[in-house]
């Protein structure tokens, strides 16, 4: 990897991440993690004798979002992770290596007593893993580094932390300091897509269209703004509605949001040789307006069925994670399944990209689907918590079809047509 040299922002960031908590927030591919590991190198290189931590919200995303890029730029003899061991070798000293990400992670610390942290994605983790860390740098001179992305307003982070820091470089490279009975001993610097001089004009056009709404305001701009109204903003019928499927190169997956009660809503995806993603059938029971509830025997017979009388053989079947009891059963059927990806907040960015950019559409006959999506909304109530969650009411389709995009993200993603051409 050639490191270029930091200039502007990022170089004024690292001068100035002299605080006992150092966060950089702000847009994606900003650079904020590029000049917070320069700072964290460099504070491993020179910081007292004790433990150090490298915090993720699992492991897995430190590795690919933080210690990858580090082995990368230094190389194995002066960068070695051991995964197995949860541990970084970085210039000769031991790190420890912990995801966390749900309450009970907070135990995975208790009894450290740390000299430095970095940690990856902030706004992630538990509150309660946030506050036992801070008590853990308790040796001299220790120091916290972290990166963010920004979420709603009443986000504990923005709220306890951010707005109270003492020294604050803004979206513009204005630096600004307060002192008061609140202020904490913490250097906030907020970054843009124009700190990071890496970026060409493509790539800025291309990443802001596949941005819209509110992902746009957060990832875009950099702002720590409410989770409102519509979730897929860039929804329209006459877009994103096609009477005809086109040739399909591979059925991705059958993907299904389980109900007994409540609707069972089942959605068959495809790739296209158009460079698109489609949803072309849907098959839906609801068991309060068609004749009752239907046993998981039934559910598995009557959607194995539909599928097979389709003449399609989708590539993996998935199914939410609630649905435990119908895994089993297809399972007894000879029917692998996959346990559905249920982060909610990557699914429903990665589909709100992809209407955004015009490369998922829809068939026409999955009509209840169609009339769901326009009300796919966000809980008020949730948000004003600082959680972002969609209200749980005619939503079974939208969330069949938030996992079967992003369990199979891996697979669309580099097969996709260019935003540009796509839309």
């Known amino acids: 990897?050639?490191?270029?040299?930091?200039?502007?922002?990022?170089?004024?960031?690292?001068?100035?991440?002299?605080?006992?908590?150092?966060?950089?927030?702000?847009?994606?591919?900003?650079?904020?993690?590029?000049?917070?590991?320069?700072?964290?190198?460099?504070?491993?290189?020179?910081?007292?004798?004790?433990?150090?931590?490298?915090?993720?919200?699992?492991?897995?995303?430190?590795?690919?979002?933080?210690?990858?890029?580090?082995?990368?730029?230094?190389?194995?003899?002066?960068?070695?992770?051991?995964?197995?061991?949860?541990?970084?070798?970085?210039?000769?000293?031991?790190?420890?290596?912990?995801?966390?990400?749900?309450?009970?992670?907070?135990?995975?610390?208790?009894?450290?007593?740390?000299?430095?942290?970095?940690?990856?994605?902030?706004?992630?983790?538990?509150?309660?893993?946030?506050?036992?860390?801070?008590?853990?740098?308790?040796?001299?001179?220790?120091?916290?580094?972290?990166?963010?992305?920004?979420?709603?307003?009443?986000?504990?982070?923005?709220?306890?932390?951010?707005?109270?820091?003492?020294?604050?470089?803004?979206?513009?490279?204005?630096?600004?300091?307060?002192?008061?009975?609140?202020?904490?001993?913490?250097?906030?610097?907020?970054?843009?897509?124009?700190?990071?001089?890496?970026?060409?004009?493509?790539?800025?056009?291309?990443?802001?269209?596949?941005?819209?709404?509110?992902?746009?305001?957060?990832?875009?701009?950099?702002?720590?703004?409410?989770?409102?109204?519509?979730?897929?903003?860039s929804w329209d019928p006459a877009r994103h509605v096609v009477a005809e499927l086109p040739a399909i190169q591979q059925w991705l997956c059958l993907t299904a949001d389980y109900g007994t009660t409540n609707p069972f809503h089942a959605l068959l995806i495809g790739l296209g040789h158009d460079g698109r993603l489609y949803v072309g059938h849907e098959w839906r029971w609801d068991s309060k307006k068609q004749r009752g509830a239907l046993t998981d025997a039934e559910y598995s017979e009557r959607v194995r069925a539909w599928v097979t009388g389709l003449g399609i053989s989708p590539q993996y079947t998935i199914i939410d994670p609630s649905a435990k009891s119908f895994r089993t059963e297809l399972h007894r059927a000879g029917w692998t399944s996959t346990m559905a990806d249920n982060e909610v907040e990557d699914g429903v960015r990665d589909v709100g990209s992809l209407f955004a950019t015009g490369r998922l559409l829809v068939h026409s006959s999955c009509k209840e689907l169609i009339k769901e999506i326009p009300g796919y909304s966000w809980d008020p109530e949730a948000s004003e918590k600082g959680d972002d969650k969609p209200l749980k009411v005619n939503d079974h389709g939208c969330d069949a079809l938030r996992y079967g995009i992003r369990t199979t993200r891996n697979i669309w993603h580099g097969q996709l047509a260019p935003p540009s051409k796509a839309a």
């Open 1 to 233: 990897m050639n490191i270029t040299p930091l200039v502007g922002k990022q170089r004024l960031s690292v001068e100035l991440a002299t605080a006992r908590l150092n966060i950089w927030d702000g847009s994606v591919r900003s650079s904020k993690s590029i000049s917070s590991l320069f700072k964290w190198m460099k504070f491993v290189r020179e910081a007292p004798a004790g433990p150090l931590l490298m915090v993720g919200k699992t492991e897995r995303t430190l590795k690919r979002n933080i210690i990858d890029p580090l082995i990368e730029m230094l190389g194995e003899k002066r960068c070695k992770y051991v995964a197995g061991l949860g541990e970084l070798h970085l210039f000769g000293r031991l790190i420890y290596t912990v995801g966390a990400y749900n309450e009970g992670s907070e135990d995975k610390i208790r009894g450290l007593s740390l000299v430095g942290a970095y940690v990856d994605e902030a706004s992630t983790i538990p509150e309660s893993f946030w506050v036992m860390l801070l008590t853990r740098l308790s040796i001299p001179g220790a120091q916290l580094y972290a990166t963010t992305n920004p979420e709603g307003p009443q986000h504990w982070l923005l709220v306890d932390y951010l707005e109270k820091a003492r020294l604050w470089v803004d979206h513009g490279g204005q630096v600004h300091r307060q002192d008061g009975p609140d202020t904490l001993n913490l250097h906030r610097f907020s970054f843009i897509l124009a700190d990071n001089p890496n970026l060409t004009r493509e790539y800025i056009e291309d990443i802001s269209a596949e941005a819209s709404g509110l992902w746009y305001k957060r990832l875009i701009l950099g702002q720590w703004v409410l989770a409102e109204g519509v979730i897929w903003e």
